[in-house]
């Protein structure tokens, strides 16, 4: 995903148990820059896979992709999960658990630096037309909000000022990969299914045990019924120890998400009662107009009433 990375640091060794499992969880957090979703996909094999799947094509040579994903893009600080060309064409793949509409300029930022890397040595001051490949932006989303199949997001929904047609422009399609959604996508290509089917479990048990144990679970049942298996069995240790990683990041972000709109909504309701106080409006009239206005109980209503009235 276009994710934040973080450079390694040099860490004292610990002096007890406690300790040495602190530090290793935090060494894995710093130096484990691949998600699953990239790590699995990073193959010629399964990325040619998953590309006819999208695509309706049927290429059978994996050596056809040049895999061109910049490990340092936007200032060293973000990246993209997959870059690749095949038949002329720059597609990025990227994997999201948490929706931003922020997507699209986040891709056009990467999108500019890898255009940069791939016209170096080219003349763009010369007379000829420089040849770039057409990009296509897609994003697999799986993550716990609820969201239709298929969402379209536009750079220029960004833009402050409305226009006929904008001088630039970037479409980025996302795809919602949870199980239930784009099933024919999902049936086409095996290996976005097992991945899919692998994360379904360690969200579900994650809510009866601690997380280890629910990913350790899901990847004995994913080998055992042959999902994800080859690539299970090859990168146990370091699969497990990404997953753990992404899903408290996943948790931590949605939290923080959270936060937020519960922020927004008592700025927005102080700032009514202080409307409302200001209109001379009584308690009780301002209890139901805050209540109607964010879908409260009188009661709760009532409880913020008492609490930002200021006389």
């Known amino acids: 995903m276009l994710k934040d990375t973080q450079n390694k640091e040099t860490v004292q060794q610990p002096t007890d148990v406690a300790a040495s499992k602190n530090i290793t969880e935090m060494q894995v957090k710093r130096t484990y820059k691949s998600r699953l979703f990239e790590m699995i996909f990073s193959e010629k094999r399964v990325l040619l896979e998953l590309y006819n799947a999208m695509n309706g094509t049927n290429y059978g040579d994996p050596e056809l992709l040049e895999i061109n994903t910049l490990e340092n893009a936007i200032y060293m600080s973000m990246r993209n999960d997959l870059s690749f060309i095949i038949d002329s064409r720059l597609t990025l793949y990227e994997h999201q658990s948490t929706y931003s509409p922020n ?68 479409t980025a ?7 239930g959604h784009n099933k024919k996508l999902l049936d086409t290509c095996k290996t976005l299914k097992d991945y899919s089917e692998y994360v379904a479990r360690v969200r ?59 922020e927004g909504l008592l700025e927005g309701i102080r700032v009514l009662i202080d409307f409302c106080r200001e209109m001379s409006f009584s308690r009780e009239d301002s209890e139901v107009k805050v209540a109607e206005k964010f879908g409260l109980e009188q009661t709760e209503a009532k409880a913020y009433i008492m609490k930002y009235w200021k006389d």
């Open 103 to 170: 997507l699209p300029l986040r891709c056009l930022m990467y999108v500019a630096d890898l255009y940069s890397v791939i016209t170096k040595d080219a003349n763009l001051y010369g007379s000829k037309v420089v040849q770039i490949p057409t990009p296509r932006f897609v994003i697999f989303y799986n993550g716990t909000e609820k969201l239709e199949d298929m969402k379209v997001l536009k750079l220029s929904d960004a833009f402050t000022i409305p226009e006929q047609e904008y001088a630039l422009e970037l």
């Open 173 to 179: 399609v996302m795809f919602n990969i949870n199980l």
């Open 204 to 262: 579900e048990y994650a809510g009866s045990m601690s997380l280890e144990a629910a990913v350790e679970l899901s990847i004995t049942e994913c080998i055992r019924n042959d999902i994800l298996a080859e690539f299970l069995k090859k990168n146990r240790s370091e699969a497990k120890s990404v997953s753990i990683y992404e899903y408290d990041e996943e948790k931590h972000l949605l939290n923080v998400k959270e936060e937020g709109r519960q």
